[in-house]
């Protein structure tokens, strides 16, 4: 079955970046769409962003400037840039996608591990 994997998350300062990376990890037929969500403790699971098969990016608005997410398709991975971070955004980090395995198969939801970022002085 695919496996999402997740890495880049990490301990940061305020102002500071990370660039979150989310693979793959192995070969598949397409991925409709991919995108970040995050929870803290706490709290519901928020949709950070999301990107369509077009390169079309979304945001929520809290993010909305500060971070970038993109994706390679020949390499299955979906990143997300974090610039100016704030504790806030402090929260486990997930990957979504949705992958087809086999031509002519329907798409079926997948999620990373989740990753660790927080934004603490």
């Known amino acids: 079955q695919v496996q999402l994997v997740e890495s880049g998350g990490g301990l940061v300062q305020p102002g500071g970046s990370l660039r979150l990376s989310c693979a793959a990890s192995?070969?598949?037929?397409?991925?409709?769409?991919m995108g970040w969500y995050r929870q803290a403790p706490g709290k519901q699971r928020e949709l950070v962003a999301t990107?369509?098969?077009?390169?079309?990016?979304n945001y929520t608005d809290s993010v909305k400037g500060r971070f970038t997410i993109s994706r390679d398709n020949a390499k299955n991975t979906v990143y997300l840039q974090m610039n100016s971070l704030k504790p806030e955004d402090t929260a486990v980090y997930y990957c979504?996608?949705?992958?087809?395995?086999?031509?002519?198969?329907?798409?079926?939801?997948?999620w990373g591990q989740g990753t660790q970022v927080t934004v603490s002085s």
């Open positions: 192995r070969s598949i037929f397409s991925i409709n769409y």
């Open positions: 979504n996608a949705n992958i087809r395995q086999l031509r002519d198969t329907p798409g079926l939801n997948y």
């Open positions: 990107i369509t098969s077009g390169n079309m990016p």
